[in-house]
């Protein structure tokens, strides 16, 4: 992951430290940027690099880091501290393909639910997803979009367990997208809470050619998992092959999300070998851990951070 630099600053004696995750002592940079990586609610830290003094916050020493959450309002701190921001997906948004001919037959995730500051009227979406590409197997389904969601908010969304959520985070497996498929489909609805850990995996069973979404509570292991299960044929058709895996998040609206956001512990597998497999992923800023096994037909990548308020909403600048 490629952090965003910001030299010769560290956060404003005088500003708010409300948002303080942690402070941390004894570290090297890279170590403090690996910390930071799996914290989603670290948005930047700065790095100190020889000792200071502020008035209201005290002392500071040589590698030394302090994290936060939402945004900096910096001060100088020449040749003492420098700023690191959180990199993240331009437009909330990133995908990883496959070849026509070569498909995904599943996707395996986890994502932490976040805290929402301020709720404001709209709904989050954050999830990975399977579409297909423009192969053969595209009609007659056409585009749509195989995705377990985690929402934040109610609309008018499938429900069938009738499950009231009006200010929470819940989750369900979910295709939105073909006409013959009903446009916007899903399963059973499971309600969950800000840091709760999830687990989403999408899979395809090629013996009934069904896909199945399957999210689970890692942190509430009592609560039952809930799935959906679709195929993805129609009228005998040859069954749609899915080239393409994203990840999102959606409406993050002003104020909402103070902390970043990151799909990670990822497993893709295709259904045949890809020499190319994650190329075209590997080398995003916000991307880390990525790697290819099993003759090439599974790719693994172990976080893609999709928002960071820093940097994805509108209006916001960096220094």
């Not at 393909?97 to 976040?114: A, L």
């Not at 997803?129 to 749509?144: C, D, E, H, S, W």
């Amino acid at each position: 992951m490629q952090w965003l630099k910001v030299p010769d600053v560290a956060m404003y004696d005088k500003a708010d430290w409300a948002l303080m995750v942690c402070k941390k002592s004894g570290m090297s940079l890279e170590s403090a940027q690996a910390f930071a990586e799996t914290q989603d609610q670290i948005t930047f830290f700065f790095f100190v690099t020889s000792p200071f003094y502020l008035e209201t916050h005290g002392q500071f020493n040589a590698n030394e880091a302090v994290f936060f959450s939402g945004e900096p309002w910096w001060g100088g701190a020449a040749n003492f501290a420098d700023g690191y921001i959180k990199p993240s997906a331009k437009n909330r948004y990133t995908e990883t393909d496959t070849p026509i001919g070569t498909g995904w037959i599943s996707s395996e995730s986890k994502i932490r639910v976040p805290q929402v500051k301020c709720p404001a009227p709209g709904v989050i979406f954050a999830w990975p997803g399977l579409q297909p590409g423009a192969g053969p197997t595209y009609q007659p389904i056409g585009n749509g979009v195989l995705q377990p969601v985690l929402t934040f908010g109610q609309g008018p969304y499938p429900n069938p367990n009738h499950v009231s959520a009006p200010a929470s985070w819940w989750i369900s497996g979910q295709y939105v997208g073909s006409k013959l498929l009903g446009s916007w489909v899903g399963g059973d609805v499971m309600v969950v809470d800000a840091g709760d850990e999830l687990h989403n995996l999408i899979q395809y069973d090629s013996g009934t050619q069904i896909w199945t979404q399957t999210s689970t509570n890692l942190s509430k292991p009592e609560t039952p998992s809930v799935s959906f299960a679709l195929p993805l044929v129609h009228d005998g058709s040859t069954p749609q092959e899915q080239n393409r895996a994203n990840f999102c998040l959606e409406n993050p609206r002003n104020g909402s999300l103070t902390q970043s956001v990151s799909i990670y512990d990822i497993v893709l597998t295709t259904d045949k070998p890809y020499p190319a497999l994650g190329d075209d992923i590997k080398d995003e800023p916000f991307v880390s851990g990525v790697s290819v096994s099993k003759g090439n037909t599974e790719l693994s990548i172990d976080r893609i951070v999709v928002y960071n308020p820093l940097i994805n909403r509108s209006g916001r600048t960096l220094v």
